[in-house]
């Protein structure tokens, strides 16, 4: 005769907590036990069993059910660039559906945000897109800034934008050499590690860390540059376009990956902007469109340098607009390293700004104002601001919001690799499979940058 909990069982799907146990231990175990009922009664249990794929963008209907196959692909899969679960459903070797489930990170930065202070969120934000520390710790402290509404002196600017733009090409370094071996070019991940460990021993040099360096704070940066540092700067300027070179020597000309790269992964303008896709995939779709140019920051309007732009929205063109992408912020370097301004790295506000290491020496009252600023922060008013700058995956965006306190009552970032991964299914539905890999690496999604 079949007892109580087996009768539970049978209307389950799957095992849940809290059924097997006899009734007068039940009510002390199962409480907040979580049942998944049967899929007849619950639409969502096929989903959450993973037996169909309900992303709505689908753009043939007509599937041969014989030859249908749901295929988890992640979230631990080396090609996924993080812990990115693409949930597909195929026809064949013929992607018919792709959802992209995203959420395994857990970071809670965002609500993390709420309990530090203004001098503490650089900590806390540089490390959601860790491929680009430097835009996110600028998108914040820009933020901060409109609302403090304090003068960035013009030196501090100009090391902002060396630092943005050598970021930028360490973080596109690291996408050709895993885009490379993601498509069979393992030798490619070798040689793009060497050009981006130049960059990152410099960045060591000026922040003391290769990463996540809490460097560009609300009033200006944390340190003046080092002695030398032009000599390093002059340096990176000879050896990184060799490498660059030396890349495009590699696959510019490969049939392979000419082959493998061409017609595939597209998405037009318009989807882009029905996504909200922007940075390189924008770009390299023939969308025009760069915060430097159109809503410049930390006097970036100053330098000259060209927008690439691409007509095809596939993976090849991804390549080039980033390969090109480099070569421009050489040049701003360049310019940068040239007229480098003298004065202050920091603003003089002594409601941002700790008093001088001397002057702590000397006086009571700047030791007192030193104690409280790095305890207790400084005090922001009332009100909310919106920035954003362009990062290596597009449109970075911080919306902050402040009650006059020492710490944000809201922080929402909008990451452009959130959107990078909405897009996904435009990008691979009724594509190959064999071609996944290679339009997924081609939209360079850092999963720091989508759970936050």
């Known amino acids: 005769m079949a007892s109580d909990a087996d009768s539970r069982r049978e209307i389950h799907d799957l095992w849940v907590a809290g059924t097997e146990e006899p ?60 812990v990115l679960r693409l949930h597909l459903e195929l026809e064949g070797e013929t992607i018919r559906r792709v959802k992209p489930i995203i959420g395994y990170l857990h970071t809670g930065m965002e609500k ?20 680009s520390p430097f835009h996110n710790e600028l998108a914040f402290s820009l933020a901060v800034e409109q609302l403090l509404v304090v003068d960035i002196p013009a030196r501090a600017q100009a090391i902002r934008v060396l630092m943005t733009e050598l970021n930028r090409i360490s973080s596109h370094l690291l996408w050709v050499a895993t885009q490379g071996m993601d498509i069979g070019a393992v030798s490619l991940m070798l040689f793009g ?20 360096h809490n460097f560009i704070r609300p009033g200006g940066v944390a340190a003046d540059m080092h002695d030398g540092w032009e000599d390093d700067v002059e340096d990176l300027l000879v050896k990184i376009p060799l490498g660059i070179e030396r890349y495009e020597n590699m696959l510019s000309e490969s049939p392979i990956f000419l082959d493998r790269t061409q017609g595939v992964g ?14 390189p995939i924008a770009r390299a779709s023939g969308i025009d ?15 000259d340098f060209d927008i690439p732009i691409g007509k095809h929205g596939d993976v090849y063109d991804r390549y080039v607009v980033r390969m090109e992408e480099m070569r421009q912020s050489l040049r701003i370097v360049s310019q940068v390293l040239n007229t480098m301004p003298a004065g202050d790295y920091r603003t003089e506000d002594r409601k941002v700004t700790p008093p ?42 911080v919306y902050l919001v402040s009650q006059g306190g020492a710490r944000p009552w809201r922080l929402h970032v909008r990451a452009p690799s959130f959107a990078a991964v909405q897009a996904m299914p435009v990008m691979m539905t009724d594509t190959l499979i064999a071609d996944l890999v290679a339009t997924l690496a081609s939209t360079d999604p850092v999963l720091g940058d989508v759970d936050r």
């Open 23 to 82: 009734d007068w231990l039940k009510s002390a175990t199962d409480e907040g036990a979580q049942e998944i009922l049967p899929e007849s009664q619950d639409p969502a249990a096929a989903i959450q069993l993973g037996i169909t794929v309900d992303n709505d963008y689908v753009d043939s209907s007509d599937v041969v059910q014989e030859q249908r196959q749901i295929l988890n692909m992640g979230p631990q899969h080396p090609s996924t660039h993080g």
């Open 112 to 131: 993390t945000a709420e309990t530090l202070s203004y001098m503490q969120g650089s900590t806390n934000v540089t490390r959601m897109d860790y491929l």
């Open 193 to 212: 590690w060497q050009e981006r460990e130049y960059c990152l021993e410099f960045f060591e040099k000026v922040t003391g860390l290769r990463m996540n």
């Open 266 to 279: 597209v998405i037009t303008p318009e989807e882009c902007r029905q996504y909200g896709v922007t940075g």
């Open 289 to 303: 469109h760069d915060l430097r140019k159109v809503f410049p920051y930390s006097g970036i309007e100053q330098y």
């Open 356 to 397: 001088p290491r001397k002057r702590i020496d000397e006086s009571m009252e700047a030791l007192i104002h030193h104690f409280k600023l790095f305890t207790e922060g400084f005090r922001v008013p009332a009100g909310e601001a919106y920035q954003s700058v362009e990062s290596p995956r597009g449109h970075l965006g």
